[in-house]
């Protein structure tokens, strides 16, 4: 009696067993399927290779520009009665202090809750403790950053004059390192691969990328600040950045397998960038 329950368990077993067995070739149909329907976001498999710029985008591919504003690169605004992506004779840089720091004032939305401002707060620290540049408080300053939860992640280039909205939606923007990526925007910079030197570091994939997002990866007449190409700055677009089906658009030279972009905060190469731009370490 014993040995008849075992058997029938035995055969039990391999019933079960059987009937989870894959039936041949039906992965391959399957991935077909998978490969129309992917976009670039659902390439990255692993959730922790997502950069800053994957995130935002990401965010902001469900925003509507906003009334009067445009964006370029997925991310920067520009009114359209301003336009200045090159930062003519240093116009859009904040100014420096006599003490040698310069002073970014800010306001924060009241919408923010303690987490989310955490966040921000971390982004800027990330910044302030390897620069000379410090976020304040607003007090009395004509110039600042207004830090609101709009729609999407994005922020003007450099200083504007007046109030400048940067959007950090919540919670979609609340990474510090996308508050970073925004906040590098404020002070001046554009994405990493835009340089003017990027042809000799990456290969833009032009047939992977949206026919309606090309303008995206146009270069820009950048102040390189004598520093290397950074591929690990928190300012590089990730690797399938507007990709149509899923492929690459953005491949590293010569090692195409160099990781690019991260979502950490700024890197150390971006630190230095920005010590450069500002002379930090010496007072004006
Ligand atoms: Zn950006």
């Not at 620290?125 to 729609?151: M, N, W």
Request: hydrophobic fraction near 35%; include cysteine.
């Amino acid at each position: 009696m014993h040995s008849a329950v075992m058997l029938l368990g035995v055969l039990f077993g391999l019933l079960a067993q059987a009937s989870t067995l894959p039936v041949k070739n039906s992965t391959g149909v399957y991935e077909g399927k998978m490969r129309l329907k992917r976009k670039y976001s659902d390439e990255i498999r692993d959730h922790e290779e997502l950069t800053a710029m994957d995130q935002i985008l990401a965010v902001n591919s469900k925003m509507r520009a906003p009334r009067g504003l445009s964006f370029r690169e997925g991310d920067i605004a520009t009114s359209f009665v301003r336009s200045a992506i090159n930062c003519p004779g240093n116009a859009c840089l904040w100014p420096k202090a006599v003490d040698g720091f310069v002073y970014v004032p800010y306001i924060m939305s009241p919408l923010y809750d303690d987490m989310d401002r955490i966040t921000i707060e971390t982004g800027m620290e990330d910044i302030s403790s390897g620069t000379c540049v410090k976020f304040v408080p607003r007090t009395h300053e004509a110039s600042f950053l207004d830090i609101q939860p709009r729609y999407g992640c994005w922020s003007f280039l450099g200083q504007t004059g007046g109030s400048q909205t940067l959007s950090l939606q919540t919670p979609g923007c609340m990474w510090s390192g996308v508050a970073a990526h925004e906040l590098m925007h404020a002070l001046g910079f554009v994405h990493e691969q835009s340089r003017s030197d990027r042809d000799h570091y990456v290969t833009i994939v032009w047939k992977n990328i949206m026919a309606d997002h090309m303008h995206n990866f146009r270069k820009q007449l950048t102040n390189n600040l004598n520093s290397p190409y950074d591929y690990s700055s928190v300012m590089h677009y990730g690797r399938y950045a507007f990709s149509e089906d899923g492929g690459p658009t953005i491949i590293p030279k010569p090692d195409p397998y160099i990781p690019i972009g991260q979502r950490d905060g700024p890197s150390a190469l971006d630190l230095h960038k920005i010590n450069v731009l500002y002379n930090c370490g010496t007072n004006e």
